[in-house]
């Protein structure tokens, strides 16, 4: 539709936007050329408004021309996946637009009835669906039909015709990828087919049957003959006391004889020392009763203990030392992206790798668990500050990294780079949606691939995601599309079975390719892959979440559960009086977000009853307003539904933070269901407590409202909104606290004098808190305390540049009389 829609608006623009002009205001050219004396005549004459309709007619036309100059250059851009550089001058705006109709029209070119034989899309290399070297059988089966092409037809068209639907193309590629057509063609483009080809069809109304082919044993018919003779060739770990080197193309073996990668180790170890140094930085120090004993630190799994051993021995031999765990922990912390994974080496010792954007790779046979799983891991060590994110079903990620499903979702907790889909079907339609948002934020932020959106903005967390799955018929009506677009969207899958997209790899047991197709089998033919066990992936998956819980930019929790739990009716607490967090409820974590994330929560938690798109982008970006919004919304909404794995019963409706349309703009809101913010509830304390009309619901109201006066507002974030709101709320808090001590100071001067020194803290400035605290600490008897409280309030005003007043210390001096 919303291709439809685009080209509706093109036609408009260019075929009837001219007729319309035409109509009213004639051609572009005069009926005939004026001399010059004629020019000279009319430009001395007093203009009777026809020098004016003639410069109009011209800028209308002129308008009209520059239109189709920017949709002709962004044709033209789209066909060559680049977006046009530098801009047009003067024109970004019409540029912008005429880039979003063009994008929008060609979003049905995913489909190969829409595509055309100049851009067919990059499957023209790959190899059959079929498995490895087996070819297409001359004779259908009984229950295929075959189909003959006629003119005009595309597999989208005949798929709609025959199958009931359209998108049902794939499972015509598949039956027929490869095979010998009339004329002495080979079928090996779904773009490109011609009248008179036969092609096999699945038959009608029969359900595909949803079954992997298993990885574990091997077909004949998946391997073409290898000699005999030829030895296999055994990996060459490398020394494992060798220095572990950024991009090091060597090796370890491990006693369980599993091979990994240098880089493996080191970033297993490294999350290892980073969980030790956050339980270190976390411990509670003794009492002063309690007895001080030299105990030996946790044991780590011997797992785990084996790849720490090789990394600190690999640093033995090197000048200086050994760094510290923090310099570890800080050389690990990175943002870029990468772009392929190091899945092996060759036999001459090159390293072998994978490209995680693209058509996709499939591996069979009785290594490929091994080999999957230790992928799968290497990518998560590698998923820290959104670089990579792994969508995978339950099941399968039991199967892959030997955890139950509790121990699974926990684990998806910590690792922001785990998304776990409850079924194979959900693991694919997630990818699908995925592939769709990121075409979208393409089309929206006006460039050509996903990399030019990192570049342009290089805040947006935009991961490269990678489907792991079974193959199985249903996999091609939903992944086929988003491997084989021609515009690089960052996405990327792996497959436990023959993938015809791209390559695929036959595994022996001893992890061997003993076979490869594809478009880079070359690469791939004879190289030993890396791999690990079940028992060995699910320890190392479980450092890695045990460690994604140290955040070397805060400071260390006061306890060992990391603080006080949300217990609360409502899924996210927000807290914005004192230093903002977010809570999930039961968790006593707090959810890490960035700061132009908070920034946003708490601007919308000012304004419960929303704010339009220019609002919010004025105080986000007071100096810039023509930021993106509806990105910034995304993320932010991303990442809540990441930490509290949340389930949108409601795709239409965005969770979190919700959206409604007027007339002249779009209003942002929180969704009161889902978050509850500390803020609104001590307004609708403060509420209560004017409305109270005996001393005792007075006293509850002041209670309640006391219990929420925990600091400044939004304490170190930095924005001019924020400044026009925090005194008052700070002056509000206060005076809460000091009415609370008023009601208190007969029946409780403990309490009293606590929340004294609670509004004291909290508005420093306020001398009349000191005097209320001085007074009621003499009450009680407590001079020295008095005396201690009136250094305070000295000190503070020398910090304000206001020392010695003669007031202040006349009244100092009142309250110290005997």
Known sequence: MRALVAYVVLLAMVVGLPIVLYTLVGPPWPDRLPNWEQVADILASPDDGTIFIAALQLLVWGAWAQLILVVICEFVAKARGRRISPRLPGLRGVHRLAAYLVASATLAVLSPGSSNAAAPPPIVSMAPLHPLGQPVADEPPADERVYQVQEGDSLWTIADEQLGSPRRWPKIWKLNARSDQPGGHTFTDPALIQPGWHLHLPAKRSKPPNRAPAADTPSASHVAPTSSSTPDPQPSPADPQAAPQQGSTSSVQLSSSSLVAVAYVAGISTAFIASRLNRRRRRILPGAEEVVEITPEPEPPPEIRELHRIHRRAFAQEEPPMPTDGELVRRADSIHVPKQAHIGQAQDGRPVCVDLEGPGIGFTGPGTLDVVRYLTVDLLRQSSNYRTQIIISM?????????????????????????????????????????????????????????????????????????????????????????????????????????????????????????????????????????????????????????????????????????????????????????????????????????????????????????????????????????????????????????TGYKNPDPKKAPFISASTTKDSAIYRLDPQLISVDLWEYQAALEEVRTALTPEDRAVALTKAAALCTGELAQGLTAEWIEDQRYPLTRSQADVLAQLAELLVEEDPERALIALEQARVIDPDTEETYFRIMRLQLQLGRRDDASRTAELLRQHQQSLGVSGDYQTEKHLGEIFQP
Request: aromatic letters at 4%; hydrophobic letters at 40%; glycine letters at 6%.
């Open 395 to 643: 099941d399968l990620a039991e199967k892959l990294l030997g955890l139950s499903a509790p121990d699974l979702k926990q684990t998806a907790m910590e690792l922001t780079g785990l998304q776990l889909a409850d079924s194979h079907e959900d693991a694919l339609r997630h990818f699908e949606e995925t592939f769709f948002q990121r075409r979208r934020m393409v089309l929206e932020r006006d460039s050509s691939d996903i990399d030019e959106l990192r570049e342009l903005d290089p805040g947006e967390a935009l991961p490269v995601v990678l489907l792991i799955t079974e193959l199985d018929d249903e996999v091609y009506e939903h992944v086929t599309a988003p491997l084989t677009s021609g515009q690089n969207t960052g996405v990327g899958a792996v497959f436990l079975g023959a993938w015809p997209g791209g390559d695929t790899l036959l595994v022996s047991d001893a992890h061997r390719v003993e076979a490869a197709e594809g478009r880079n089998s070359d690469a791939f033919a004879g190289a030993t892959l890396f791999n690990v066990t079940a028992v060995e992936a699910a320890a190392h998956v479980q450092q890695l979440a045990s460690s994604e819980a140290l955040d070397t930019q805060q400071p260390a929790p006061t306890s060992d559960d990391g603080g006080p739990r949300w217990l609360g009716s409502v899924l996210v607490r927000l807290t914005i009086l004192g230093q903002p967090t977010v809570n999930i409820r039961d968790r006593a974590q707090a959810v890490s977000l960035s700061w132009l994330q908070m920034n946003t929560l708490t601007y919308l938690a000012l304004h419960p009853n929303g704010v339009t798109r220019d609002q919010l982008a004025a105080a986000l970006w007071p100096d810039d307003s023509g930021k993106d919004i509806h990105n910034t919304l995304r993320h932010l909404r991303s990442a809540l539904v990441t930490a």
